[in-house]
């Protein structure tokens, strides 16, 4: 016998469509001479982006509907923020729904509906994402909730209802944690009450299909999205932006976003008030891809259970290559430039911020003089908390 080897056409063409990705991303960077390490990272994070747009694309099916990982480390696009999780799950615009599960003790839950597969962002159909809040709803035992999502109430039901809007196509969640090892996250199934439609070979095929453009598109999208802010915020500046809420921000935010570019014994401090209420605040920095910066293993952002108030009431951090022995330093790592971002979740009001930029050596001479000398262990001990925080939460 002799063997005979079959051959998958298929296969074959789904290879031949995500082969070009790397060699298209590394041209639309657009960053002088990468070397091999850069190129590197940069292939790494096209094939998170295929493993998303399996996870978020391929495998989903709303008829049988399941949360899957969105963004987190390992898939860093779009700069997610490292105080929430992110899951998603494809619906039918047409069906009925259950949510289910434990509300967990996290500073929010929300269930937003989007109108686009992922990649669909650019296209100009999209509408503003809604958002449903599991504080909302009616908690009983041990903080359990059960939630009906469909485009009517249905007849004779008088439990929690969110209505399932015309042009919803997908539910992103996200969850909050200020404080990661001690905050519960919730816990939430999703079920189709009712009998859809199967998913045609067709769709099935169109999806394998759109892989290479998923992961060249989402990334490029944030290549570009980063270039955008350097462009039109400026440079080592932190300016509101409307952007983001266009492109499948939370609407209940206030971002502002801006481009840093600091030579590695550089330090740029940002001074602001505190909103007088606000649900959540955070800052993160991101390389010039929109990746934040690793946040479970380097400290790359800030909210309000990590950060130290000044005697003063405002907010002072420090950007900065070295450290500088602040409690509040973000570390950019060894990126050129990057994006830094900061949000204020409902707040009453939005401070400005400025920024300034300065040696590390010259650091506290824009700080107050009563902020403390952080050590070296008090370091190591915030990085050991990131480290186990993040992985105590679900990001899988």
């Known amino acids: 016998m002799t063997d005979s080897k079959l051959r998958m056409p298929e296969w074959d063409a789904m290879l031949k469509n995500i082969a070009p990705v ?51 480390i390992a898939m860093n696009m779009g700069g997610p923020c490292p105080d929430y999780t992110y899951n998603s799950t494809e619906v039918d615009p047409k069906g009925t729904y259950r949510l289910s599960g434990f509300r967990g003790t996290n500073r929010f839950v929300e269930v937003g509906q989007q109108s686009y597969e992922l990649l669909g962002h650019e296209g100009p159909t999209s509408h503003p994402p809604v958002q449903n809040a ?17 485009a009517e109430r249905p007849a004779g039901y008088d439990g929690d209802w969110w209505k399932l809007e015309p042009w919803t196509a997908r539910l992103l969640m996200r969850q909050c944690s200020v404080d990661w090892i001690n905050e519960v996250d919730a816990r939430m199934a999703i079920e189709r009450l009712d009998d859809g439609p199967e998913t045609s070979a067709a769709e099935k095929d169109r999806r394998i299909g759109n892989l290479g453009p998923w992961a060249e598109g989402m990334v490029r999208f944030d290549i570009d999205l980063a270039r955008w802010y350097r462009e039109n915020h400026g440079v080592n500046v932190l300016t509101r932006s409307k952007k983001i809420e266009s492109i499948g921000g939370m609407p209940n935010q206030v971002y502002y976003d801006g481009a840093y570019e600091i030579e590695d014994d550089e330090a740029l401090v940002i001074e602001t008030a505190l909103p007088q ?3 959540y605040w955070s800052l993160l920095v991101a390389d010039d891809r929109f990746s934040t910066i690793d946040w479970a293993n380097r400290q790359t952002s800030l909210n309000e259970s990590q ?14 290559k070295q450290d500088p022995g602040v409690q509040n330093w973000m570390d950019k790592a060894d990126n050129p430039w990057g994006i830094i971002q900061m949000r204020w979740k409902v707040p009453s009001d939005a401070p400005d911020a400025t920024v300034t930029r300065c040696k590390v050596a010259d650091v506290r001479q824009h700080l107050p003089a009563d902020t403390p000398i952080y050590t070296a262990e008090e370091r190591a001990e915030a990085i050991h908390k990131r480290r186990v925080g993040y992985q105590l939460r679900k990001h899988w």
């Open 277 to 279: 209420s606000c649900l």
């Open 134 to 150: 599991l504080d909302e709803l009616t908690l009983g035992k041990d903080g359990w909730f059960s939630v009906i999502l469909s």
């Open 22 to 72: 790397g060699d298209q991303l590394v041209n639309r960077w657009g960053r002088e001479n990468p070397d091999a390490d850069d190129r590197r990272e940069l292939f790494l994070l096209a094939l998170s982006a295929v493993a998303n747009g399996y996870l978020d694309h391929v495998s989903f099916d709303p008829r049988k509907p399941t949360w899957t990982p969105c963004w987190n």
């Open 307 to 320: 950060a130290r108030i000044d005697s003063d009431g405002k907010l002072r951090v420090v950007i900065s």
